[in-house]
């Protein structure tokens, strides 16, 4: 898993039934970093930890309230293509942190859904990310482990 953590870190989140803005979603503070081939995770969760992954969770709990989780990792082709291959359908989207939310609301509702998988390619000064959404913070990382998971074993 250490391979899919991106060099500015992984973070991953929960937020509130009734969230409404970034600090009513818990991440990690100081992201969980990969160190020495191990995931190294410094704190335990506080609300208002990550501004990129409370806007995501915001942006898809407007539209299906119960995607209320999320993991960013890597993005890489095989984890794309490992996510279509379970019918996953991911879905992209630009990597410009201005008006993210509304950008992605309306990705999401041109899609008519949210996919469980979302990403960037990245842009200048932006590392590439994905983000994996779950019904809780630990499907969402269970579904990235497993993704993961199944692109080690066919190597």
Do not use: Q, W
């Not at 409404?20 to 506080?46: C, F, M």
């Not at 939310?101 to 842009?123: M, Q």
Request: charged share 30%; glycine share 8%.
């Amino acid at each position: 898993m250490a391979r899919y953590v991106p060099n500015v870190g992984t973070n991953v989140g929960c937020a509130l039934p009734d969230a409404s803005d970034a600090t009513d979603v818990a991440a990690i503070p100081g992201r969980i970093y990969a160190v020495d081939g191990r995931v190294e995770i410094p704190a335990n969760p506080e609300f208002g930890a990550s501004r990129h992954v409370a806007t995501l969770v915001l942006a898809a709990m407007a539209k299906d309230e119960r995607l209320r989780g999320a993991v960013n990792i890597v993005t890489d082709d095989e984890l794309l293509s490992t996510a279509r291959d379970r019918g996953l359908d991911p879905m992209e989207f630009g990597a410009e942190s201005d008006d993210r939310d509304r950008r992605l609301l309306d990705r999401f509702a041109s899609r008519g859904a949210v996919p469980r998988v979302t990403y960037h390619r990245g842009a200048f000064g932006i590392e590439p990310i994905t983000y994996v959404l779950g019904e809780t913070a630990e499907e969402a990382a269970r579904l990235a482990v497993s993704l993961v998971k199944e692109i080690e074993e066919a190597e």
